[in-house]
Antibody, heavy 119, light 107 residues
Framework: EVQLVEFGGGLVRPGGSLRLSCTAS????????MSWVRQAPGKGLEWVAT????????FYVDSVRGLWTISRDNAKNSLDLQMNNLRAEDTAVFYC????????????WGPGTLVTVSS | DIQLTQSPSFLSASVGDRVTVTCRAS??????LAWYQQKPGRAPKLLIH???TLQSGVPSRFSGSGYGTEFTLTINSLQPEDSATYYC?????????FGQGTRLEIK
Protein backbone atom coordinates (compact mmCIF):
# COMPACT_ATOMS: atom_id res chain seq x y z
CA GLU A 1 0.00 0.00 0.00
CA VAL A 2 1.17 3.52 -0.82
CA GLN A 3 0.90 6.33 1.71
CA LEU A 4 0.98 9.90 0.47
CA VAL A 5 1.36 13.12 2.44
CA GLU A 6 1.23 16.62 0.99
CA PHE A 7 3.13 19.65 2.27
CA GLY A 8 3.46 23.30 1.41
CA GLY A 9 -0.06 24.66 1.48
CA GLY A 10 -0.81 28.02 3.01
CA LEU A 11 -1.88 31.58 2.37
CA VAL A 12 -0.49 33.36 -0.66
CA ARG A 13 -1.35 36.67 -2.28
CA PRO A 14 -2.83 36.87 -5.78
CA GLY A 15 -0.06 36.73 -8.34
CA GLY A 16 2.21 34.90 -5.95
CA SER A 17 3.81 31.49 -6.15
CA LEU A 18 3.74 28.38 -4.03
CA ARG A 19 5.39 24.99 -4.26
CA LEU A 20 3.55 21.92 -3.03
CA SER A 21 5.29 18.67 -2.26
CA CYS A 22 4.06 15.16 -1.74
CA THR A 23 6.09 12.44 -0.07
CA ALA A 24 5.28 8.81 -0.80
CA SER A 25 6.04 5.74 1.24
CA UNK A 26 6.60 2.36 -0.33
CA UNK A 27 8.93 1.04 -2.98
CA UNK A 28 6.66 1.50 -5.97
CA UNK A 29 6.77 5.31 -6.26
CA UNK A 30 9.34 5.32 -9.04
CA UNK A 31 7.12 3.12 -11.21
CA UNK A 32 3.83 4.97 -10.60
CA UNK A 33 2.19 7.66 -12.64
CA MET A 34 1.29 10.45 -10.21
CA SER A 35 -1.19 13.32 -10.23
CA TRP A 36 -2.45 16.39 -8.46
CA VAL A 37 -6.19 16.86 -8.01
CA ARG A 38 -7.79 19.89 -6.37
CA GLN A 39 -11.09 20.70 -4.73
CA ALA A 40 -12.29 24.25 -4.17
CA PRO A 41 -14.20 24.80 -0.91
CA GLY A 42 -17.63 23.19 -1.16
CA LYS A 43 -17.04 22.18 -4.79
CA GLY A 44 -16.24 19.04 -6.75
CA LEU A 45 -12.99 17.44 -7.78
CA GLU A 46 -10.80 18.85 -10.54
CA TRP A 47 -7.82 17.08 -12.04
CA VAL A 48 -4.79 19.39 -12.31
CA ALA A 49 -1.76 17.52 -13.64
CA THR A 50 -0.23 14.09 -14.21
CA UNK A 51 3.36 12.93 -14.64
CA UNK A 52 4.72 9.60 -15.83
CA UNK A 53 7.23 7.51 -13.84
CA UNK A 54 10.42 9.00 -15.28
CA UNK A 55 9.09 12.54 -15.51
CA UNK A 56 9.30 12.74 -19.30
CA UNK A 57 5.55 12.97 -19.93
CA UNK A 58 3.31 15.58 -18.31
CA PHE A 59 -0.32 16.54 -18.76
CA TYR A 60 -2.05 19.65 -17.42
CA VAL A 61 -5.55 21.04 -17.24
CA ASP A 62 -5.82 23.98 -19.64
CA SER A 63 -6.24 26.57 -16.88
CA VAL A 64 -2.76 25.94 -15.44
CA ARG A 65 -0.74 24.87 -18.48
CA GLY A 66 2.28 27.13 -18.91
CA LEU A 67 1.90 28.54 -15.39
CA TRP A 68 2.32 25.49 -13.17
CA THR A 69 4.83 22.66 -13.32
CA ILE A 70 4.55 19.11 -12.04
CA SER A 71 7.83 17.34 -11.30
CA ARG A 72 9.17 14.42 -9.34
CA ASP A 73 12.32 13.14 -7.66
CA ASN A 74 12.21 9.37 -7.58
CA ALA A 75 15.32 9.17 -5.39
CA LYS A 76 13.42 11.07 -2.71
CA ASN A 77 9.98 9.53 -3.40
CA SER A 78 8.76 13.08 -3.91
CA LEU A 79 6.22 14.74 -6.18
CA ASP A 80 6.04 18.53 -6.55
CA LEU A 81 3.72 21.13 -7.98
CA GLN A 82 5.17 24.56 -8.64
CA MET A 83 2.29 27.03 -8.89
CA ASN A 84 2.93 30.50 -10.30
CA ASN A 85 0.66 33.46 -10.88
CA LEU A 86 -1.91 32.21 -8.39
CA ARG A 87 -5.44 33.59 -8.49
CA ALA A 88 -8.25 33.62 -5.97
CA GLU A 89 -10.02 30.86 -7.91
CA ASP A 90 -7.04 28.58 -7.27
CA THR A 91 -8.02 28.41 -3.61
CA ALA A 92 -8.55 24.71 -2.94
CA VAL A 93 -7.44 21.61 -1.14
CA PHE A 94 -4.77 19.98 -3.28
CA TYR A 95 -4.47 16.21 -3.25
CA CYS A 96 -1.56 14.13 -4.41
CA UNK A 97 -2.73 10.84 -5.92
CA UNK A 98 -1.17 7.78 -7.48
CA UNK A 99 -2.59 6.18 -10.58
CA UNK A 100 -3.67 2.59 -10.61
CA UNK A 101 -1.19 0.64 -12.68
CA UNK A 102 -2.17 0.63 -16.33
CA UNK A 103 -5.34 2.63 -15.67
CA UNK A 104 -5.74 6.40 -15.41
CA UNK A 105 -7.63 6.10 -12.16
CA UNK A 106 -6.57 7.37 -8.75
CA UNK A 107 -6.08 4.53 -6.30
CA UNK A 108 -4.24 6.20 -3.41
CA TRP A 109 -4.70 9.76 -2.17
CA GLY A 110 -2.98 11.94 0.38
CA PRO A 111 -5.04 13.79 3.01
CA GLY A 112 -4.67 17.05 1.08
CA THR A 113 -3.16 20.46 1.75
CA LEU A 114 -5.10 23.72 1.64
CA VAL A 115 -3.96 26.57 -0.56
CA THR A 116 -5.65 29.91 0.03
CA VAL A 117 -5.08 32.73 -2.43
CA SER A 118 -6.18 36.00 -0.90
CA SER A 119 -4.97 39.51 -0.33
CA ASP B 1 -13.27 17.88 -23.14
CA ILE B 2 -15.48 14.99 -22.05
CA GLN B 3 -18.26 16.18 -19.76
CA LEU B 4 -19.73 13.90 -17.12
CA THR B 5 -23.20 14.56 -15.75
CA GLN B 6 -24.33 12.78 -12.61
CA SER B 7 -27.91 12.32 -11.48
CA PRO B 8 -29.37 12.89 -9.07
CA SER B 9 -27.30 15.59 -7.36
CA PHE B 10 -28.82 14.68 -4.00
CA LEU B 11 -30.25 11.42 -2.77
CA SER B 12 -31.87 10.54 0.54
CA ALA B 13 -32.43 6.91 1.46
CA SER B 14 -32.81 4.63 4.46
CA VAL B 15 -30.62 1.91 5.87
CA GLY B 16 -31.18 -1.29 3.92
CA ASP B 17 -32.32 0.48 0.75
CA ARG B 18 -30.84 0.03 -2.68
CA VAL B 19 -29.75 3.20 -4.45
CA THR B 20 -28.51 3.97 -7.93
CA VAL B 21 -26.46 6.89 -9.19
CA THR B 22 -26.13 7.57 -12.90
CA CYS B 23 -23.22 9.14 -14.76
CA ARG B 24 -23.61 10.18 -18.39
CA ALA B 25 -20.66 11.05 -20.61
CA SER B 26 -20.82 13.63 -23.40
CA UNK B 27 -19.17 11.13 -25.74
CA UNK B 28 -18.38 7.44 -25.69
CA UNK B 29 -15.69 6.45 -23.21
CA UNK B 30 -15.81 2.67 -23.58
CA UNK B 31 -15.48 1.27 -20.05
CA UNK B 32 -13.13 4.01 -18.86
CA LEU B 33 -15.08 5.12 -15.83
CA ALA B 34 -14.35 5.07 -12.11
CA TRP B 35 -16.39 5.84 -9.01
CA TYR B 36 -15.16 7.47 -5.81
CA GLN B 37 -16.64 8.02 -2.37
CA GLN B 38 -15.75 11.13 -0.41
CA LYS B 39 -16.70 11.88 3.16
CA PRO B 40 -16.50 15.42 4.60
CA GLY B 41 -12.95 16.52 5.32
CA ARG B 42 -11.49 13.37 3.81
CA ALA B 43 -9.77 12.45 0.57
CA PRO B 44 -11.77 10.55 -2.03
CA LYS B 45 -11.66 6.78 -1.95
CA LEU B 46 -11.65 4.64 -5.10
CA LEU B 47 -14.62 2.26 -5.18
CA ILE B 48 -14.82 0.97 -8.74
CA HIS B 49 -12.66 1.26 -11.84
CA UNK B 50 -13.05 0.20 -15.44
CA UNK B 51 -16.79 0.68 -15.02
CA UNK B 52 -17.43 -2.49 -13.02
CA THR B 53 -14.26 -3.69 -11.29
CA LEU B 54 -14.52 -3.46 -7.51
CA GLN B 55 -11.39 -2.04 -5.91
CA SER B 56 -9.74 -4.29 -3.36
CA GLY B 57 -11.21 -3.90 0.11
CA VAL B 58 -14.45 -2.26 -1.03
CA PRO B 59 -17.61 -3.97 0.26
CA SER B 60 -19.46 -6.09 -2.27
CA ARG B 61 -22.67 -4.09 -1.78
CA PHE B 62 -21.10 -1.57 -4.16
CA SER B 63 -21.30 -2.37 -7.86
CA GLY B 64 -20.88 -0.57 -11.15
CA SER B 65 -22.10 -1.12 -14.66
CA GLY B 66 -22.31 0.55 -18.02
CA TYR B 67 -20.44 1.15 -21.24
CA GLY B 68 -20.11 3.94 -23.74
CA THR B 69 -21.98 6.95 -22.42
CA GLU B 70 -24.15 5.70 -19.56
CA PHE B 71 -22.94 4.24 -16.29
CA THR B 72 -24.44 3.41 -12.93
CA LEU B 73 -23.20 2.97 -9.39
CA THR B 74 -25.45 0.79 -7.27
CA ILE B 75 -25.28 0.41 -3.52
CA ASN B 76 -27.25 -2.52 -2.14
CA SER B 77 -28.33 -2.79 1.48
CA LEU B 78 -27.38 0.77 2.35
CA GLN B 79 -25.39 1.23 5.56
CA PRO B 80 -25.04 4.36 7.75
CA GLU B 81 -21.38 4.68 6.79
CA ASP B 82 -22.36 5.05 3.13
CA SER B 83 -23.38 8.64 3.77
CA ALA B 84 -20.99 10.55 1.49
CA THR B 85 -20.61 12.29 -1.84
CA TYR B 86 -19.99 10.08 -4.84
CA TYR B 87 -18.09 11.12 -7.96
CA CYS B 88 -17.58 9.50 -11.33
CA UNK B 89 -14.38 10.08 -13.33
CA UNK B 90 -13.50 9.32 -16.94
CA UNK B 91 -10.09 8.15 -18.11
CA UNK B 92 -10.81 7.92 -21.82
CA UNK B 93 -8.90 11.08 -22.64
CA UNK B 94 -7.10 14.04 -21.16
CA UNK B 95 -8.16 16.24 -19.53
CA UNK B 96 -9.33 13.74 -16.95
CA UNK B 97 -12.75 14.90 -15.80
CA PHE B 98 -15.09 14.23 -12.90
CA GLY B 99 -18.83 14.40 -12.52
CA GLN B 100 -20.22 17.13 -10.30
CA GLY B 101 -20.98 14.70 -7.48
CA THR B 102 -24.01 13.07 -5.87
CA ARG B 103 -24.56 13.62 -2.17
CA LEU B 104 -26.12 10.63 -0.44
CA GLU B 105 -27.91 11.20 2.85
CA ILE B 106 -28.94 8.33 5.10
CA LYS B 107 -32.29 9.07 6.74
Amino acid sequence: EVQLVEFGGGLVRPGGSLRLSCTASGSTFSTNWMSWVRQAPGKGLEWVATINPDGSVKFYVDSVRGLWTISRDNAKNSLDLQMNNLRAEDTAVFYCASLLRGVTTFDYWGPGTLVTVSS
Amino acid sequence: DIQLTQSPSFLSASVGDRVTVTCRASQGISNGLAWYQQKPGRAPKLLIHTASTLQSGVPSRFSGSGYGTEFTLTINSLQPEDSATYYCQQRRDYPITFGQGTRLEIK
